[in-house]
């Protein structure tokens, strides 16, 4: 999809779904119709995967896999897998934060339970399309169901932590642990068909409504994950497995004493030497589930942050040269021309711009970002925007946008003064007097020249800093928002299509597939 256009940032995890979560269900299929009937054209997602460590979909336990949570159990009840009394006890969709271990107490036992009872009476066919399911995806899926299974198996623990010859991937045990743990691992692998499968299903209902999604790709994966686990050899490792180098962004706007992130560092030169394959094999997956995709710290790609294991913080670190042009020649020559947006924020030098525009990447920019001191802060204001570019009033890093306007100095590195002295920057810049300045940012960004204009569900609704994603660098509290069930009012609905309509990025309502388009299903 090309020409201007506007869409909203919401991760699936944060609709009111009735298990304490969203999932790919009703509630997923409501907030397509709230993108159709507001004319936006893009849906933007985080990382699908099935989350670990503090439950951030960027620390997940597969780059592959998908979140078994966001599995819909009303559709698991239509098919016959559960009965409706299964579902007694259901969290409801009220709760407004993710309460993650209710919820995978809740849901996981289900899963299990559908699981049994396709075992025993699935059709011929729906064995079948598993069964191919399995073999198309082997190649990862294989690994990521023994690794769950072996997770399982040993208490949760990190797998650095397991015996010896299962750490060390020796033969004579993993085949062991495969035949010892066959039923388990296969659960695992139908929790991914099933996710597979009712993702496969939103997305054909969103190409319908000319909603394209955009996920999202993290540079890094988990250290306890099947990824690190079943190619050891592709990441800095110590000899018990941990990481000896991790990553890391310095210090910035965000964090005094940076983000020291934990993931492993690739081993590029020996990714060199394969050609990329994994890698590859990791975008090809992806852009089965999405139609762009946003790259996330693209600039590490250039050079990246590179932080001893043993260090507490990220400040002891250091710039190391990334893979650069030669890793993306060869997703581009695998995949042909990458639908890919670039995250280009923090530390930007010359040589990573010059990398995004080599190859043709949009990059970001966000409008919280305009008005400070910061040397990036023009870059950031709409009339410097080219049009090949992608504007957010904020991300999932942000403090909403009301957040930000009532917070003050907040959790970021700037003074009392430098605060006030930004308020008044921006409330010339926007207009109105700030009662409503989430309205403000979004009509100022959408008519913008940038092509694209997102805008997370938090500022559509002029929401305050409970209803904050993430902040960066604190552990624990992130990732929980959810959005109430009565938020996307008809008034909501109205004012976001009228500045949608007025900008010139509304979306034609007829019903149109862009993957046919593309060549890509």
Known sequence: MSGRRSGVLLHPTSLPGPDGIGDLGGCARAFVSFLRETRQGLWQVLPLGPTGYGDSPYQCFSAFAGNPLLVSLDALVEEGLLGPSDLAGRPGPSTREVDYEAVLAFKRPLLGRAFEAFERKAPPARRDAFLAFCQERGAWLDDFGVFMALKDANGGRSWVTWDRPIVAREEEALARARRELEREARGARFAQFLFFEQWAALRALAHGSRVEIMGDLPIFVAHDSSDVWAHPELFHLADDGSPSLIAGV????????????????????????????????????LLQLVDSVRLDHFRGFEAYWEIPGHEPTAVNGRWVKGPGGAFLEALQAALGKLPIVAENLGVITSEVEGLRA?????????????????????TFIPHNYPRDLVAYTGTHDNDTVVGWWESGVGDSTRSRGEVESERARALAYVGGDGTEIHWDFIRTLFVSVAETAIVPLPDVLGLGSAARMNVPGRLGGNWRWRCPEDALTAEVRRRLGAITEASGRARDRAAEDPSSRSGRQ
């Open 358 to 378: 080599r190859f043709g990447f949009p990059g970001m920019a966000i409008l919280q970002f305009a008005f400070g001191t910061d040397p990036q802060a023009p």
């Open 250 to 285: 310095p210090p910035d706007y965000f964090s005094a004493t940076g983000q020291r992130w934990g993931n492993p560092l690739y081993r590029w030169d020996v990714l060199a030497r394969t050609a990329y394959a994994w890698w590859i094999d990791r975008v090809r997956s």
